[in-house]
């Protein structure tokens, strides 16, 4: 059983940080394509940041030189790292992977939970 499973998220002040980060786990057999969507209140989900197998990053407009994506290979793990945050960033964030397996052809989308950011003062 493939799982995606976030964590980190929480409520934080504007103007601070938060790391979260998504942990792929079971049995795949490669890890093409990664990244982190969010979804607020009454709006659609955004894609937010991405990271590719050649370690090309993406980033949402409203997000570039606040929030940095970056993975450990060997844990199968990626991070987002939010700093200065405001309370517009306030959302469901949701890690994003594209995967390949052993026993079958093709890539595969794999979606986590989800991981609560709240921005407040």
């Known amino acids: 059983q493939v799982q995606l499973v976030e964590s980190g998220g929480g409520s934080v002040q504007p103007g601070g940080s938060l790391n979260i980060s998504c942990v792929a786990s079971g049995s795949f057999l490669s890890i093409k394509f990664m990244g982190w969507y969010r979804q607020a209140p009454g709006k659609q989900r955004e894609l937010v940041a991405t990271?590719?197998?050649?370690?090309?990053?993406n980033y949402l407009d409203a997000v570039k030189g606040r929030f940095t994506i970056s993975k450990d290979n060997a844990k199968n793990t990626e991070y987002l790292q939010m700093n200065s945050l405001k309370t517009e960033d306030t959302a469901v964030y949701y890690c994003y992977a594209i995967l390949t397996f052993y026993d079958r052809p093709g890539t595969y989308q794999w979606w986590g939970q989800g991981t609560q950011v709240t921005v407040s003062s």
């Open positions: 990271l590719d197998s050649g370690d090309n990053t």
